[in-house]
């Protein structure tokens, strides 16, 4: 299981409530994972999370094009390669029918790419975010 912890956390209180929702539908997708009745559920619960990352991406490509973070095009560059990530993921799943194992590596690789974008480039965005928001007051 992924949690949120302080050090997750860019205070930004709109990026902060997406990441926890985020945080809240990998981790929902996982525990339908080892019930293969739920596999319907598994599909659309999954579905609904590639969308709530395009959607999430959005909101955090606004914000930077807002403030003008300087990193910009690198980030936006993360969330690309996400969202084919995702995607060809999809195609992954669908192939192996949500067998257990594939759901377990996919899992894997969400667990450490979500941390580690958050931990990483949105902690530098709410940084820079904080840094101008001091300028502007």
Same mark, same amino acid.
């Given at each position: 299981? %992924?949690?949120?912890?302080?050090?997750?956390?860019? @205070?930004?209180?709109?990026?902060?409530?997406?990441?926890? #929702? +985020?945080?809240?539908?990998?981790?929902?997708?996982?525990?339908? #994972?080892?019930?293969?009745?739920?596999?319907?559920? %598994? &599909?659309?619960?999954?579905?609904?999370?590639? $969308? /709530?990352?395009?959607?999430?991406?959005?909101?955090?490509?606004?914000?930077? =094009?807002?403030?003008? /973070?300087?990193? /910009? $095009?690198?980030?936006? $560059?993360?969330?690309?390669? +996400?969202?084919?990530? #995702?995607? #060809? +993921? =999809?195609?992954?799943?669908?192939? &192996? $029918?949500?067998?257990?194992?594939?759901? %377990?590596?996919?899992?894997?690789? +969400?667990?450490?790419?979500? &941390?580690?974008?958050?931990? @990483?480039?949105?902690?530098?965005? @709410?940084?820079? /975010?904080?840094?101008?928001?001091?300028?502007?007051?």
């Amino acid at each position: 299981m %992924l949690e949120i912890d302080d050090s997750m956390l860019t @205070g930004i209180i709109g990026v902060d409530e997406q990441h926890m #929702a +985020l945080v809240e539908k990998v981790n929902h997708l996982f525990t339908l #994972a080892a019930d293969k009745a739920m596999e319907q559920e %598994l &599909k659309d619960t999954f579905e609904f999370l590639v $969308q /709530y990352i395009i959607t999430h991406f959005d909101t955090e490509e606004k914000l930077m =094009k807002m403030i003008g /973070y300087p990193n /910009y $095009q690198e980030h936006l $560059q993360q969330h690309q390669e +996400l969202i084919e990530k #995702a995607m #060809a +993921l =999809k195609v992954y799943l669908d192939e &192996k $029918q949500y067998e257990y194992q594939s759901i %377990l590596e996919i899992r894997d690789f +969400l667990v450490d790419w979500v &941390k580690n974008h958050i931990k @990483g480039s949105d902690m530098d965005i @709410g940084k820079y /975010y904080h840094k101008i928001k001091k300028q502007v007051l």
